[in-house]
C-alpha cells in the first residue's frame, strides 16, 4: 500500500469497495452505550423513547430500533448477507425483540461480512466490546466466520470496581474476541510474553531465581538430565558423575568453561544457571490487568469518552501482524489504532463516520510525527470544492460544521446543545503571552436562507460572552444586509497572533 488510508462516511460503504483479502489484522471498537440501563437497551419497541439515532451526537453511542431498521434486517435475512449470518439475525430477533440490541446487532452483520472478505487468509479480528453484548456478538461471529478459527475471549481490566456493591458487582472489564480468517493465522510467540521487570517479580519468580553472579545477574540452577533414559549417545561421565545427559558431552565442556554448567560441590551433579535476562518473560494470559485505562491525567488523552489505551493496541498489533503489514480500524474513533500501527511501522486503513473524529486523528498525527507524516496519509471522503461542502451538508449539516470550524483553525463544539448559535471557538495570544488569550466565538450557516440577524446574533453573543472577535462562515453569498451589519460592527485592534 503506497499511503496509509483515512475515510471519513460510512464504514460498510467504504468497506465494500477494499479488495478481498487486503487487510492483515483488523480492530475494532464499535460504539454501544453499555452505561445506558440494561433494562431500557432491551425494551421492546414502543415500550420507552430513544435519543436519535448513530452517531447524531460525536461520541452518543446509540442504536435505535427504526423502520429503516426493519428494512435492513429484511434485505439482510433475504439475501443480502451469508445463510449461516441471516439465520442469527433472525434468530436473535426471536430471542431479543426489536430493540436496541437488535438494531445493533443488524447493523453490525453486514460490516463483519465484509470485515471477513478483506481479511487476508492470515489474517486476525480483534472486537472491543463489554459484556452487555459480547456473548451475541460471538454468535454473530461464529456465523460468519468459523467457530473453529475463534482464537480467544480476552478481559480487559479497564477499571477498578468502585459502584456501590449492595446489589451487584461493579463492572470492571472489556472483553475482546479474537478470530482468525483460517488456522494460518500470525501469531508472535516471542510478544505472547510481558518482559520481566527485576525491580517487581511476584513471588515465584523471586522464589526461583535466587542466585546471583559475580557480575550481579540473577539466575536459577536447571537440571540437565535428559528425560529419556535410553539415550546411549548421550550417556557419559561429566565431572565424576555419570547419566544420560540432555547435551553432547562436548556442548556440555562448552558450557563448563564458559561458566554456565557449574557443580555446587564435589559429587554433586552438574547443573547449568538459567539467567532471568534470558527469558522470554511471563507469559501472557487471557485476562489482562497489566494495561491501566487512561486516566483524566494521562499525557495521550485526547478527551475522547471511548478512547484506549496506546499500549493495548501497540500489544495487539505485536501479536498478531509484522512490520509492513496493513491494519484496519473500521471505527477509528481518536485514531489510537492508527497511531499504534505508524509507531510499528505496519501500514494502516482507518474509517470513521464523523468529520470531528478525522480532523482529531489527523491533528493527532502531526503532533505526534510532525507534518511529514502527512505525506504519507490519503485522506478520503472531506470536501475539496463547493460541490463537496454541499454534498457534507446535504448529508450531515452537524459535520459540515465541524468541518467548516476547521478550516481557519479553530475547535469545534463537541456537541451542538446549548450551544447559543457558536459552532466553535479560535484562541489567539493577545499580547505575545500564552498567559494572555482572546477567543473568536465562530457561527457557520450552510443552508440558503441567510438575513442580516444571523450577524446580528453573533454580535450579540460576542459582547455576552466578551469575546474579542467573531466569524460568521456561510456557504452561499451573504445578503446586502448582512454585509451592511457586518460594515457597521466595528473592528478589534490589538497586537495579536491569530492562526486563521
Same mark, same amino acid.
Given at each position: ?351 470513521? !463516520? *464523523? ?6 486523528? /489527523?491533528?493527532?498525527?502531526? #503532533? ?5 507524516? +502527512? =505525506? ?85 453573543? !460576542? *459582547? ?6 467573531? /466569524?460568521?462562515?456561510?456557504? #452561499? ?5 448582512? +454585509? =451592511? ?16
Amino acid at each position: 500500500m503506497d499511503k496509509n488510508r483515512l475515510y471519513y462516511g460510512d464504514n460498510l460503504e467504504v468497506l465494500r469497495k477494499l479488495p478481498s483479502s487486503s487487510v492483515d489484522l483488523i480492530y475494532l471498537d464499535p460504539p454501544f452505550n453499555s452505561a445506558r440501563n440494561y433494562n431500557v437497551i432491551f425494551s421492546r419497541h414502543g415500550e420507552s423513547e430513544h435519543g436519535a439515532g448513530a452517531q447524531i451526537q460525536a461520541f452518543e453511542d446509540t442504536w435505535a430500533w427504526t423502520q429503516t431498521t426493519s428494512e435492513q434486517f429484511d434485505e439482510y435475512v433475504g439475501g443480502g448477507i451469508p445463510f449461516r449470518a441471516a439465520e442469527a439475525l433472525t434468530a436473535f430477533r426471536t430471542l431479543v425483540g426489536e430493540n436496541d440490541a437488535l438494531a445493533y446487532l443488524v447493523n453490525m452483520a453486514p460490516r463483519l461480512v465484509e470485515l471477513h472478505r478483506v481479511l487476508t487468509n492470515t489474517g486476525s479480528l480483534w472486537l472491543h466490546c463489554d459484556p452487555t453484548m459480547s456473548h451475541y456478538l460471538k454468535i454473530l461471529l461464529d456465523s460468519i466466520f468459523d467457530p473453529r478459527t475463534f482464537r480467544n475471549e480476552l478481559i480487559w481490566q479497564r477499571t477498578l470496581g468502585k459502584a456501590n456493591q449492595t446489589r451487584k458487582l461493579p463492572n470492571s472489564h472489556d472483553v475482546i474476541l479474537v478470530y482468525g480468517k483460517t488456522d494460518k493465522t500470525t501469531w508472535n510467540l516471542d510478544d505472547a510474553f510481558i518482559p520481566y521487570d527485576e525491580s517487581d517479580l511476584d513471588p515465584k519468580t523471586l522464589g526461583k531465581y535466587t542466585h546471583f553472579d559475580e557480575d550481579g545477574r540473577r539466575y536459577r540452577l536447571d537440571n540437565l538430565i535428559n528425560p529419556s533414559s535410553d539415550r546411549p549417545n548421550l550417556t557419559y561421565e561429566f565431572l565424576g558423575i555419570t547419566r544420560v545427559w540432555r547435551w553432547t558431552k562436548e556442548r556440555m565442556q562448552e558450557g563448563y568453561e564458559n561458566g554456565i554448567v557449574i557443580q555446587t560441590k564435589p559429587g554433586t551433579v552438574p547443573q547449568m544457571k538459567r539467567y532471568l535476562d534470558e527469558q522470554r518473560g511471563i507469559p501472557l494470559a487471557d485476562v489482562w490487568t497489566d494495561i491501566p485505562p487512561l486516566n483524566s491525567q494521562a499525557a495521550e488523552r485526547l478527551g475522547y469518552p471511548t478512547q484506549k489505551p496506546l499500549a493495548l493496541l501497540e500489544r495487539i498489533l505485536r501479536l498478531g501482524t509484522n512490520p509492513g503489514d496493513i491494519v484496519l480500524d473500521p471505527f477509528c474513533g481518536c485514531g489510537t489504532t492508527v497511531d499504534a500501527a505508524q509507531q510499528l511501522g505496519r501500514s494502516w486503513i482507518g474509517i470513521d !463516520i *464523523t468529520y470531528i473524529a478525522i480532523d482529531l486523528i /489527523v491533528k493527532r498525527m502531526l #503532533h505526534t510525527f510532525g507534518k511529514s507524516v +502527512l =505525506d504519507s496519509i490519503d485522506v478520503a471522503g472531506i470536501p475539496r470544492d463547493v460541490g463537496g461542502a454541499q454534498a457534507l451538508f446535504d448529508r450531515n449539516p452537524f459535520d459540515f460544521e465541524r468541518w467548516a470550524v476547521s478550516q481557519i483553525n479553530a475547535q469545534p463544539n463537541e456537541k451542538q446543545v446549548g450551544d447559543h448559535g457558536i459552532d466553535g471557538v479560535a484562541r489567539f495570544t493577545l499580547d505575545g503571552s500564552v498567559k494572555n488569550l482572546g477567543r473568536v466565538l465562530v457561527s457557520v450557516k450552510g443552508g440558503k436562507s441567510l438575513n442580516p440577524g444571523m450577524v446580528r446574533d453573533l454580535e450579540g453573543t !460576542i *459582547t455576552a460572552q466578551k469575546a474579542e472577535m467573531g /466569524v460568521l462562515i456561510v456557504q #452561499h453569498e451573504p445578503t446586502r444586509g448582512m +454585509l =451592511d451589519v457586518v460594515n457597521h460592527s466595528g473592528t478589534f485592534t490589538g497586537s495579536s497572533e491569530l492562526g486563521v
